[in-house]
């Protein structure tokens, strides 16, 4: 791949990043990001797998940001880049061994665990509403305090 095209797409997916950072999700870029989080990972994380595809921008994003308005939510949002940062989303793909790949997509950690995952199918062509009520549930059942 030409660095010129790498360069690009790394502009490209500026906003998409900023979108969830500027909602409070923290970046694991690297492998090594991902597996050191990982492994003091406590309490409840949501983890979106961020891609630049159609369903991400108009359905995944939002619905993930709108849905920690809800009274119970994650302790941590943690987001990798598929399609980006390779590595990081490899590593964190690892996790979730019962799941296929799938981006974007959203797990739902109790520490270490899967407990709620979202796959692609759930996302594309769902209303955001529907996710945002998947999510809701999921956070009423394990983000308890």
Do not use: W
């Not at 949002?77 to 990081?88: H, I, N």
């Not at 793909?93 to 981006?103: G, H, T």
């Not at 950690?109 to 692609?120: A, S």
């Amino acid at each position: 791949m030409s660095m010129a095209y790498e360069e690009y797409m790394r502009q490209v997916v500026l906003p998409m990043r900023q979108e969830l950072t500027d909602a409070g999700f923290k970046e694991l870029t690297t492998a090594e990001a991902v597996e050191d989080y990982m492994a003091d990972a406590e309490g409840t994380t949501l983890v979106f797998i961020n891609s630049v595809c159609g369903c991400a921008a108009g359905l995944a994003r939002p619905a993930a940001i709108y849905s920690l308005q809800h009274d119970h939510t994650p302790d941590h949002l943690v987001t990798v880049f598929a399609g980006q940062d390779k590595e990081a989303t490899a590593a964190m793909r690892s996790k979730f061994p019962d799941y296929p790949p799938s981006s974007p997509s959203m797990a739902l950690l109790k520490g270490t665990e899967v407990v709620h995952f979202i796959p692609r199918e759930d996302i594309e062509g769902a209303e955001p509403e529907a996710i945002v009520r998947n999510l809701a549930l999921a956070y009423n059942e394990h983000c308890q305090k």
